[in-house]
């Protein structure tokens, strides 16, 4: 991992370069080393694999931020992997990031936020965490969609003791400091009074029970921590940034509340042929100046190959058709948006003396209306 590069060298970007940034410099990479462009290229193939690399971390708010902070460590999942519990990867979920020998963590991710003064009671029913994680897909997967495998840590309820953390055959009791409720009052004497507030109980650690007799398999905490590998349906029409939530997918709840959900970011990356705007995608066309004098049968790559496309005699640089209903599918309904072709005229480079004359005798033979050279600028805008 010592030759690693670092991200933003790859892309050729600086530190804080925008999204917008990112994806112009990916473009330019995928057109560089595109494999299409170099086959049987070795270096071209690493380098383009480097190249995704790069901008699947930087693409990521959350795996930039870690990349940002702990370099290559905080991104690579082999290095994750082996730091027990924890080995998240790039994924988040929800603050957990060390291993879980203390109940108190567990304890704590059930609890987290939205808990201001008082403790509920900790055998009411709660949801589980939501776990978050991010896939990257191709346009076309985007376009088409296409199935992921997924591999994510989750809170699954302990089998062995049905998640109530005591050994088969024994059980809980009650804890007799907060009689079950997690919290313990105290009295505080100030100059000002005596005030009432209320703590964690320490005998169970806020858990309202103690386990005497732990189960082996959990160490007492109900929960154990799997590895749910899943293969993820991404349907037809997903854009860069949008987020796929599947139900009760998350870690398990509690006290039989509900599973949290899983929460999957997808980002896309961009084509080196096509742009997309909503459902509609964008493409440039180059065609010679004779085919846009004298029109043509031209060729428009679209999402389903290529399209053959008839231009009118007298096309324009810059002027754009529309393919109807061949642009993305739109997600979750019927329909798809428009293609939009941009023709661009290229015009002839490095051309022979003879061309030269030739197109000099044509130019000459136009009259005023097809010809700058002879019109008034003025009457060009009537
Ligand atoms: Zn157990
Ligand atoms: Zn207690």
């Known amino acids: 991992m010592a030759d690693k590069r670092d991200y933003y060298e790859v892309l050729g970007v600086q530190k804080g370069a925008s999204d917008d940034e990112l994806k112009k410099a990916y473009r330019a990479m995928v057109k560089k080393y595109h494999p299409d462009l170099h086959p049987d290229d070795k270096e071209a193939e690493a380098r383009m694999?480097?190249?995704?690399?790069?901008?699947d971390v930087l693409s990521d708010?959350?795996?930039?931020?870690?990349?940002?902070?702990?370099?290559?460590?905080?991104?690579d999942p082999s290095y994750a992997a082996g730091q027990g519990g924890g080995g998240f990867g790039g994924f988040?979920?929800?603050?957990?990031?060390?291993?879980?020998?203390?109940?108190?963590?567990?304890?704590?991710?059930?609890f987290g936020g939205g808990f201001t003064g008082q403790r509920q009671n900790p055998n009411s029913p709660r949801k589980g965490?939501?776990?978050?994680?991010?896939?990257?897909?191709?346009?076309?997967?985007?376009?088409?969609?296409?199935?992921?495998?997924?591999?994510v840590n989750r809170l699954e309820r302990c089998s062995a003791c049905s998640g109530t953390g005591a050994k088969a055959g024994s059980g809980a009791e009650t804890c007799p400091d907060c009689r079950g409720t997690g919290n313990v009052r105290i009295n505080q004497r100030t100059p000002l009074g005596v005030f009432q507030t209320t703590k964690t109980c320490d005998r169970c650690g806020g858990r309202g029970k103690i386990i005497r007799d732990p189960c082996p398999t959990c160490s007492g905490q109900g929960v154990v921590r799997r590895v749910l590998q899943k293969n993820v349906s991404i349907p037809q029409g997903i854009d860069d940034g949008q987020t796929l939530r599947i139900t009760g997918e998350g870690d398990c709840g509690l006290n039989g509340g509900p599973n949290g959900d899983l929460i999957i970011r997808v980002?896309?990356?961009p084509d080196e042929m096509f742009e997309r705007e909503?459902?509609?995608?964008?493409?440039?066309?180059?065609?010679?100046?004779?085919?846009?004098?004298?029109?043509?049968?031209?060729t428009i790559p679209t999402i389903d190959g290529n399209v053959k496309y008839r231009i009118p005699a007298g096309t324009q640089n810059g002027d754009t058709f529309h393919l109807r209903?061949?642009?993305?599918?739109?997600?979750?309904?019927?329909?798809?948006?428009?293609h939009h072709a941009t023709v661009r005229v290229m015009v002839p480079k490095n051309?022979?003396?003879?061309?030269?004359?030739?197109?000099?005798?044509?130019n000459d033979s136009l009259d005023d209306r097809n010809n700058p050279d002879k019109k008034k600028f003025s009457d060009w805008f009537k």
């Not at 694999?49 to 901008?55: I, M, R």
């Not at 965490?129 to 591999?151: L, N, P, Y």
């Not at 066309?285 to 085919?291: D, F, L, R």
């Open 49 to 55: 694999k480097e190249v995704n690399e790069a901008y």
């Open 61 to 75: 708010r959350e795996k930039r931020a870690k990349y940002d902070q702990f370099g290559f460590a905080g991104v």
């Open 92 to 110: 988040s979920s929800g603050g957990f990031s060390g291993g879980f020998d203390d109940i108190g963590d567990i304890f704590e991710s059930f």
């Open 129 to 151: 965490q939501d776990i978050k994680t991010s896939v990257q897909i191709s346009f076309m997967e985007a376009c088409k969609g296409t199935g992921i495998d997924i591999r």
């Open 267 to 269: 980002s896309v990356r």
């Open 278 to 298: 909503g459902f509609d995608i964008y493409t440039e066309v180059p065609i010679s100046y004779m085919q846009a004098a004298l029109g043509d049968d031209i």
């Open 325 to 338: 209903g061949q642009g993305v599918p739109r997600l979750y309904r019927s329909g798809r948006g428009d």
């Open 351 to 362: 051309l022979t003396k003879k061309q030269q004359d030739l197109l000099r005798a044509f």
